[in-house]
């Protein structure tokens, strides 16, 4: 089945600062993959997402990345705040279920 | 459309009790995932339904738990009998498509076993 890496499991940045999460995953016939944010306490929540007919997607200070021939995705977030702070999951999907990466923490400091 | 809701929304009990989460998805959804969140093993894909019928159970963990879709508005997950490691929050989520778009997560049910 599908095996879906997340690093860093802890990220702490300085307000203002660009943040980046990685991701492999190991299942060829995976095309998408989103991106949801949990915060404390609340259910995830997509953010922003990619197929793999695309390799890169933007929105607004979020963007996403996809190498699909090396089968990693990343998320970068620009001009950090400290509402950004959450745990930031990836997933890669066949269409059917989705794998989830272990999250990221994300802690933005002001 | 209210979003997925859950019940209930903590859930304390002895070991040994059945426990049952139940959830309605979101109305015209086709898609239901059932995950089960622990800080050891993250988020974990339980089972999931496609027009009420499952498809993939094989993140059930073990014979304990059972879950059912009579109907394209809900959902239940029933665990019996409970153990204390199956403490942890429970999320149902839904999607129009499949785990290829969008999922909508619950609230969740966070599920105390004593």
């Known amino acids: 089945g599908e095996n879906v890496e997340q690093h860093p499991s802890t990220l702490s940045v300085q307000e203002g600062d660009s943040a980046v999460i990685k991701c492999t995953y190991s299942?060829?016939?995976?095309?998408?993959f989103p991106w949801y944010k949990q915060e404390l306490g609340k259910r995830p929540q997509l953010i922003i997402d990619?197929?793999?007919?695309?390799g890169e997607k933007k929105d607004q200070r979020i963007a996403v990345t996809l190498n699909k021939t090396a089968k990693h995705f990343s998320l970068h977030i620009t001009e950090t705040q400290p509402e950004d702070s959450a745990v930031y999951f990836c997933a890669a999907s066949d269409g059917g279920k989705s794998t989830f990466g272990d999250g990221t923490t994300l802690t933005v400091k002001p | 459309d209210a979003g997925v809701i859950q019940s209930p929304r903590h859930e304390v009990t002895e070991m040994g009790q059945e426990v049952t989460l139940r959830c309605k998805p979101i109305s015209g959804h086709d898609y239901l995932f059932w995950y089960r969140q622990t800080m050891m093993r993250g988020l974990e894909l339980l089972i999931y339904f496609n027009n009420n019928v499952p498809i993939d159970d094989s993140g059930m963990p073990e014979d304990r738990f059972s879950a059912k879709m009579p109907n394209a508005s809900f959902s239940t997950l029933k665990i019996q009998p409970s153990e204390p490691r199956d403490s942890a929050v429970y999320f149902c989520?839904?999607?129009f498509g499949g785990g290829g778009y969008e999922q909508y997560f619950g609230p969740g049910t966070r599920l105390t076993v004593t």
């Open positions: 990619i197929r793999s007919n695309v």
């Open positions: 989520a839904s999607s």
């Open positions: 299942d060829s016939a995976s095309n998408y």
